[in-house]
């Protein structure tokens, strides 16, 4: 069995983000679980430019590591049994805030039509499969859901440990602080989360490559939201946006916040909430699908679209030790579920049971 899985978005923009750490995360797993077997062939490559190479090798099926409805990311041409993960269809739940303009309608129609010739579709979440078969248009029983998982890295550190005095020190965070991290778009509903940190009187640290990117078109559309987030809390002395941070140093972070917040209108999964829990970081997360499904019992749950609701979430996570106590503890329990071996293994056998020809039960 050789398998091609397309490594490009870690050679994009996509490196540093959500597609990223999937695509990283899964080819080292992959490669760890099939080591010593002489019989599975796993063959990382970045599809977009090295096409030639993808052509010339005889691979049994290929994995396509990220689909965007309105750009074509699937082959034209099967030459091979093909396998795609889709993380979510965000910009056709809110075509507003991401119109995909006539070339992308286009783009959008040709890709609705490749995905029926596709063997077996990946989804992160039962949320992200529902929205697929509504969206898409793929039936139900070609989509397999396999959950993702914190990293390692992210942990429970000692109180004593000198890189959190350290880290805390060169970011200049203040004593108490409400932490997200992620994107800037739409649907991560910054703006309702810097008011929640208004009214509550909590500090809030951004952290995210687009927090703090100079080069981001504010102009353009699909980012109207972080620019009326910059107007109104762009120059607030309590909203610190500290841009892209290593996971050396981001485990620092998640560990001196007092609560994580994932305020999101809309997640395909929600990997960050998982790396608080982690980190030992009581979480505040809004009580949207896929959050609530990944995250179970372990958040403590709020109105993403009622500010005043969210801080007092925050306030209640903050100033009630045994509320604290109790999402710690059982944020301990549920990341034990989630393991990027596991989300290896269960990949494996999606591709094991397209090449036999069996569904993916």
């Known amino acids: 069995m050789k398998i091609a899985i397309d490594?490009?978005?870690?050679?994009?923009?996509?490196?540093?983000?959500?597609?990223?750490?999937?695509?990283?995360?899964?080819?080292e797993a992959l490669g760890r679980i099939t080591r010593n077997r002489k019989e599975i062939k796993i063959v990382p490559l970045d599809f977009s430019v090295q096409s030639s190479k993808l052509k010339a090798q005889n691979f049994d099926l290929k994995h396509y590591t990220y689909f965007n409805p309105?750009?074509?990311?699937?082959?034209?041409?099967?030459?091979?049994?093909v396998v795609v993960t889709i993380h979510d269809v965000i910009p056709l739940l809110y075509p507003k805030q991401y119109p995909p303009g006539m070339k992308g309608k286009l783009k959008f129609l040709i890709n609705k039509q490749l995905?029926?010739?596709?063997?077996?579709?990946?989804a992160p979440s039962e949320t992200s499969k529902?929205?697929?078969?509504?969206?898409l248009g793929v039936p139900a029983e070609k989509i397999k859901v396999i959950y993702e998982a914190p990293r390692e890295i992210f942990r429970k550190l000692e109180v004593r440990d000198q890189r959190l005095a350290n880290i805390k020190k060169?970011?200049?965070?203040?004593?108490?602080?409400a932490?997200?991290?992620?994107?800037?778009?739409?649907?991560?509903?910054?703006?309702?989360?810097?008011?929640?940190?208004?009214i509550s009187k909590i500090p809030l640290v951004l952290v995210g490559k687009q927090t703090t990117d100079e080069?981001?078109?504010?102009?353009h559309v699909e980012n109207q939201p972080f620019a009326e987030f910059l107007n109104r809390h762009g120059k607030s002395a309590t909203i610190l946006r500290l841009g892209y941070v290593p996971d050396e140093e981001l485990v620092a972070i998640y560990n001196l916040a007092l609560v994580y917040c994932q305020p999101s209108h809309y997640e395909g999964f929600g990997l960050s909430v998982l790396e608080a829990m982690a980190a030992g970081t009581p979480v505040v997360a809004a009580k949207t699908q896929a959050l609530v499904e990944v995250a179970g019992g372990a958040c403590l749950f709020a109105n993403p679209i009622d500010p005043k609701d969210i801080a007092t979430k925050l306030k209640e996570v903050i100033y009630d030790p045994q509320l604290r106590w109790q999402l710690i503890e059982t944020g301990k329990v549920v990341v034990k579920k989630y393991s990027w071996e596991k989300t290896a293994r269960d990949t494996l056998r999606v591709y094991r049971n397209?090449?036999?020809?069996?569904?993916?039960?």
């Open 354 to 361: 397209i090449l036999s020809g069996k569904t993916n039960d």
């Open 179 to 198: 932490l997200y991290v992620g994107d800037v778009n739409y649907n991560k509903n910054l703006l309702n989360l810097a008011e929640a940190c208004n």
């Open 7 to 27: 490594s490009g978005p870690l050679e994009s923009g996509h490196k540093v983000r959500g597609v990223g750490v999937y695509t990283r995360e899964i080819i």
């Open 115 to 122: 995905l029926k010739k596709i063997d077996g579709v990946i």
């Open 130 to 135: 529902k929205d697929i078969v509504r969206f």
């Open 215 to 219: 080069n981001i078109d504010l102009s």
């Open 70 to 81: 309105f750009f074509l990311t699937l082959p034209f041409v099967k030459t091979s049994k």
């Open 170 to 177: 060169k970011y200049k965070l203040p004593k108490t602080f």
